[in-house]
């Protein structure tokens, strides 16, 4: 099954997650079949917090992917934000 779902990247006491779509099988920091945004819970000044590509995920969710819990949250805030 293909999950679109976190992946932590960054330091220690910084962490960076980029949104991943990959085989739910595969470990978190394993290969992804594509990258489709980014998330920087930390983010300060002007750096970018949420930034997610919504045409690719709406294309992954028509072939069949599904949302981890923490990414249908961050889609929702992201599509509050653009409206």
Do not use: C
């Amino acid at each position: 099954m293909v999950t679109i779902r976190l992946t932590r990247r960054g330091g220690k006491k910084t962490p960076f997650y980029h949104v991943v779509v990959t085989d739910s099988r595969k470990r978190q920091g394993g290969t992804s079949l594509e990258s489709v945004g980014l998330f920087n819970p930390v983010a300060r000044g002007a750096d970018v917090k949420l930034r997610l590509d919504v045409a690719r995920i709406e294309h992954w969710l028509g072939q069949g992917a599904h949302l981890s819990d923490r990414v249908k949250q961050l889609l929702t805030v992201y599509r509050k934000q653009a409206a």
